[in-house]
């Protein structure tokens, strides 16, 4: 595995207290965004994009914890289940103490 240097955004919720902007809320979502799309354009469906499993370092967002992570089968594992992941993170970051 490789490391990556930054925070979770859960450390930096409930840590730091950080409070994130709507421009830091856009960027963290789009760069998310693009992840997911890499991920489903190869088959990949994560399940579990939350709070303690996204590190932003400065400008640069990464996806963690590939545990739960499956190839698609549009039965049992469907890529919906990763953007009903990502409004929950979003919520999160808009209202941390969702």
Partial sequence: MEYKIG?????MIFGDNH???PAEIYKAGIKIIGIIRYLHERNIVH???R???VIIDD???YL???SLARLVNNERYVPSV???YLGH???HLHYPSF
């Fill in 59 to 61: 400008d640069d967002v």
């Fill in 47 to 49: 399940r579990d994009i």
């Fill in 19 to 21: 409070i994130f902007t």
């Fill in 64 to 66: 963690i914890d590939f």
């Fill in 89 to 91: 993170l979003l919520i």
């Fill in 82 to 84: 990763d953007f009903s």
């Fill in 51 to 53: 709070v303690p499993n």
């Fill in 7 to 11: 925070k979770p955004i859960e450390e």
